[in-house]
């Protein structure tokens, strides 16, 4: 890293960072990506249950000179947040609740996690920067400003509660704190919605692209794009938006250039790694029966619940744009890794999956 | 219009909430957690009046009829105490208490001052749950039962929840009597007290933690579970918890001196076994016919009630609540006898007792290898 790209940043390279979730997919890459920008204080905090080759990595991920601490707790716990954030200039915060159905259990994970970070980061007061990785599931994808195109200055979803999606749900209401906190006790923040992020370690089909609930894989997107990021590139973003001078309250979206389409997508996943029947279902038709499944919930009253619905098929499978401008713009990001070499060693990552299953 | 309150608002407490909002005549007046967002999230997802993060003051406050308790077990007993006390009846979602001893004294204190308890025991609610007792009470069994089975299994196949339970000491499971047992047994055991009167008891239980399981490094938990309970040399059952066997069954079996039945909740069938045989080879024909015709039969009342909308995943939860409600509000008797709810408990006190034994006696033999 060069004397110029340091002026740009908030901190010098012996402070100390806090990474959350540090043993996770993206927080494992940010740790590296950080350590590679020279930085030499890291805090990781990792659940006690994380996966151990995954801790392993962090561990290995010293450098010399670099100070990387293995602090092990749960966010739940005000002490444990407490000592996690003592003398601390940035917090990347990436823990959250993944996979869980339901909404206590994801509000938990990601809300209640997220209020004690930010209560025990006023303490200290040497916060320069708490950096909220979000996710594009907060966005509407209903009455945009720009028609097709999905950027920052869309509107977040107003009432998550009826997407039938617990996770959507917390994030948004995770956003919802963390501007309250900012805005009331003046903590500096700024959000991160990445797209899709794929990559060796994720490796199940996005539900953007269809679904497999059926036994048979209905392929709903077609031909709109998917927003992929590659994890990589999806951390470095992250990191240089924590890191980048004049960011606070900003929310700044993160997806790859060269989106493909859907359809291109599931013709080379076919291709590179399994094959498997899908059938496409027509945008009008995948509309209809999210329509009719959310009136039956409706007057059933949840005899099944309302998981497909409108304002799901409007956030995963309406013919949608995607915009990284405004990242590349402000803190000089770029997808270092392609979309093919991405591809690339995603399919192999989920071909060794599909031997060892 | 009768005034609900739910106190704990984690996952469980969803369930209540949805279940509750389909029964008429009743309203959610106020839902309560220590901690105030889990109280707000229930709130903002659910048709409640208010929220609150200490229970004095939803009492005060929303002056709820009844409350529905789902907090984690270890404070089930104080909370109902406090309810009781304030005059509301009380729904404690289950394992009731931590034991028997407690759970007297609250069934005591709600006799005493007239007012209903009960224990969410609503599997026993489920449709082919509610079929077989009306078999069994008709007397299809013949003079009692002679045998019983409880499956009640647990996929710890979800290695996340149980990585989770295992490295978090602080998780409430670990201050759990039963541990992980305690928390999920009672529904198993409850079929079984069911048909028990509770006299001259015993109980004989021998537990194990899955090689699975260590393997995760969770030899502190017990993951597989057999019990034998003989009742006066009259009625005996056997129970099974299993995290391992596969499929993970939730079924129960129950016989007497003239037929049998078998009740499976995942796929809420009810079966009935003949207990005279057919003569020579009809024996081996007529049956699985007789077998067919009875799934048949059971698809056909389960595509009926799903078309009623009345086939929800958790339709023993509302008819348990309505049944419930309707003996507070017309006197009608409780749904689950006292008497049930403390055999449960009783049965599941000495399942731990010894299970605390074997575990003690296994430690001291280690340490009499070691030295």
Known sequence: MGQTERDAFIIGSDELILVTGASGFIGSRLVSCLLNLGFLNLRCFVRPSSEVTRVEVLTGCRRDGARVELVEGNLLSREDCNAATKDVAIIYHLAAGRGEKSYPDAFLNSVVTTRNLLEASIRDQCLRQFVNVSSFAVYTNTKKPRWRVLDESCPVEKHPELRGDAYSFAKVKQDEIVAEYARKFGIPCVTVRPGHVYGPGNEPITGRVGIGTFGVFLHLAGSNAIPFTYVDNCAEAIALVGLTKGTDGEVFNVVDDDLPSSRNFLRLYKQQVRRFRSIYVPHSLSYVLCYLWEQYAKWSKGQLPPTFNRLRWHANWRKTRYSNEKLKMRVGWKPKVPMAEGFKRYFEACRNGVRDA | ?371
């Open chain 2, 1 to 371: 219009m009768l005034k609900v309150a739910i106190v704990g608002c984690g996952k469980i407490a969803d369930d209540h909430a949805a279940q509750i909002q389909r029964i008429e005549g009743c309203e959610i007046v106020g839902v309560c957690d220590r901690e105030p967002l889990m109280a707000r999230q229930l709130y903002e997802r659910f048709p409640v009046k208010q929220h609150f993060s200490d229970l004095r003051e939803l009492l005060c406050d929303a002056k709820p009829d009844v409350v529905h308790i789902t907090t984690p077990p270890e404070s089930h007993s104080d909370i109902a105490r406090l309810c009781l006390d304030w005059g509301s009846h009380v729904y404690v979602e289950k394992p009731f208490t931590l034991c028997e001893d407690d759970a007297r004294t609250l069934i005591a204190l709600a006799t005493e001052k007239g007012l209903k308890i009960t224990a969410g025991h609503d599997d026993q609610f489920r449709h082919a749950a509610r079929r077989m007792r009306a078999l069994v009470q008709s007397g299809f069994l013949g003079s009692g039962p002679v045998h019983m089975e409880s499956y009640y299994c647990y996929e710890l196949g979800q290695t996340a929840y149980a990585r989770a339970i295992l490295a978090d000491r602080e998780h409430w499971v670990w201050r759990l009597p039963g541990k992980l047992l305690q928390n999920i047994i009672s529904h198993g055991i409850a079929r079984i007290a069911e048909f028990l009167s509770g006299d001259s008891l015993e109980v004989v239980a021998y537990g194990f933690t899955s090689p699975a399981l260590k393997r995760m490094g969770g030899s502190e938990i017990i993951d597989e579970l057999r019990v034998i309970i003989c009742e006066q040399e009259r009625t005996t059952a056997y129970f099974t918890f299993s995290s391992q066997m596969r499929p993970a069954l939730h079924q129960f079996r129950i016989y007497g001196d003239r037929n049998g039945l078998i009740l499976d909740q995942d796929q809420e069938t009810l079966i009935k076994l003949r207990g005279k045989r057919y003569v020579s080879y009809a024996e081996k024909f007529i049956p699985p016919v007789s077998f067919a015709r009875q799934y048949l039969g059971n698809l056909a009342t389960n595509a009926r009630s799903f078309l009623a909308r009345d086939f929800h995943m958790k339709s023993g939860m509302k008819y348990l609540i309505e049944s419930f409600y309707r003996s507070i509000l017309e006197g009608a008797p409780d749904p689950i006898p006292h008497s049930q709810i403390l055999l449960t408990t009783r049965i599941m006190d000495a399942i731990f007792a010894q299970l605390d034994a074997q575990q003690q006696s296994v430690e001291s033999r280690v340490q009499a290898s070691v030295y």
